[in-house]
């Protein structure tokens, strides 16, 4: 007889497959996000800047949304509302810089 009981440990890490799921391959906002960050890096002013920034912030704030949401496990989900808590309080705090 198998052992049918979730756990909060399995529910925490395991998928619906029973897979421990800890990392992904990146889906397209990550992959978008990477891209647009590594960008930035390159053109570090001017409007391309500020395009690419708007663009890296988009896409991982979907991606934290995504995880927050339909994240495969809990540790997925508390990964994306980390991230998302995270891109809002970074722009709360540049956004209180700028305005001093």
Known sequence: MQNTQNTLVDKTFRDSD???????????????WIVTSSLAL?????????????????SLFTWAWLELFQGVNYFRRSLGALVLIGIIASKIISYNGLSN
């Open 18 to 32: 029973g897979n421990i799921v800890l990392a992904q391959m990146p889906n397209l906002p990550l992959i978008v």
């Open 42 to 58: 390159i053109f570090t002013s001017g409007k391309i800047n500020t395009v690419l920034d708007v663009l890296a912030n988009g």
